[in-house]
């Protein structure tokens, strides 16, 4: 009897990944860096750089949450080809045990009240201090740097984006507050405004969303895309993400031309959902 045999497939499917196992910093803990370069990469040719966290979900689905994956690849490479986005590159950052501290960005905590901080303590069955400010140094002080000597990057504001979902969301949204001349552009996927999983409270989300509002980088040199499902733990997000979209507002975005908000119904929190919409902030970030 003849047998099948299965089909090993490689990743990423498009372009080629070029590993550091173990980057050294002196502001977090060392993890994994993968950098993603597209098929026919010219090495003479300058490309934008799209920064992106939980790096192990984003290429090979036998490495990712719950054997998911962005398929970053796989949405990068038809557009590079059609000429729809600048050329890039993807650095994508990996997550360690920290994640949540390295994600949560210092004024989504600080600025809550005791008895708010003392819950999400609680909830992760820890104290909470922030490592955001130490994170973003890691990537803007020694990851970025090295990026930009090891290939041909566009290295201002306009060839430098970053990208992330859930509390990478809100990371990214930190970014580019805290560093406008280094990110000209953030994607923040189903953005986890509320902080906890147990709550949905604006309490947790205003505080943040104010600071945010407060510190947006200039319209006419940056772009912001956010967006959410309808299900699972992205079910409560639309009215917290309202609430941000009537600052984008106040502080001078125009949607569709340099802020873009997507509502993704029946969607839910996963990787899967995010692969299937990563098109839309690429397009929009990169064009």
């Known amino acids: 009897m003849k047998t099948i045999q299965s089909l090993k497939i490689s990743y990423p499917r498009f372009g080629k990944i070029k590993s550091i196992a173990s980057f050294a910093s002196q502001f977090v803990r060392p993890r994994r860096i993968d950098v993603w370069l597209p098929d026919q990469f010219d090495p003479l040719q300058p490309h934008a750089v799209l920064y992106m966290h939980d790096g192990q979900n984003l290429f090979n689905p036998r490495l990712g949450y719950n054997g998911q994956s962005w398929a970053v690849d796989m949405a990068l490479q038809p557009l590079i080809?059609?000429?729809?986005?600048?050329?890039?590159i993807v650095?994508?950052?990996?997550?360690?045990?920290?994640?949540?501290?390295?994600?949560?960005?210092?004024?989504?905590?600080?600025?809550?009240?005791d008895l708010l901080?003392?819950?999400?303590?609680?909830?992760?069955?820890?104290?909470?201090?922030?490592?955001?400010?130490?994170?973003?140094?890691?990537?803007?002080?020694?990851?970025?740097?090295?990026?930009?000597?090891?290939?041909?990057?566009?290295?201002?504001?306009?060839?430098?984006?970053i990208m992330g979902s859930s509390m990478g969301g809100l990371i990214s949204a930190y970014a580019i507050a805290a560093y406008p001349a280094v990110f000209g552009n953030a994607a923040c996927l189903s953005t986890h405004w509320p902080l906890s999983l147990n709550e949905d409270d604006l309490d947790f989300s205003l505080p943040f969303i104010h600071w945010f509002g407060e510190h947006l980088p200039d319209p006419g040199s940056h772009r912001l895309y956010f967006d959410f499902g309808t299900e699972t733990i992205d079910a409560p997000y639309e009215r917290h993400q309202k609430e941000m979209d009537n600052l984008m507002r106040i502080g001078g975005y125009t949607e569709g031309q340099n802020w873009l908000t997507v509502k993704d119904v029946g969607a839910d929190h996963s990787e899967e959902a995010w692969a299937r919409r990563l098109p839309v902030p690429l397009s929009f970030l990169l064009r």
Request: glycine share 4%; proline share 8%; with cysteine.
């Open 81 to 88: 080809y059609r000429r729809q986005i600048q050329r890039v």
């Open 91 to 113: 650095v994508g950052i990996w997550n360690t045990e920290l994640r949540y501290e390295e994600y949560l960005p210092a004024p989504a905590f600080d600025l809550l009240p």
């Open 117 to 161: 901080k003392d819950q999400l303590c609680e909830e992760h069955q820890r104290d909470l201090n922030p490592m955001s400010d130490s994170y973003l140094n890691f990537i803007v002080r020694e990851l970025k740097p090295y990026i930009d000597t090891h290939y041909p990057t566009i290295s201002g504001k306009s060839g430098t984006s």
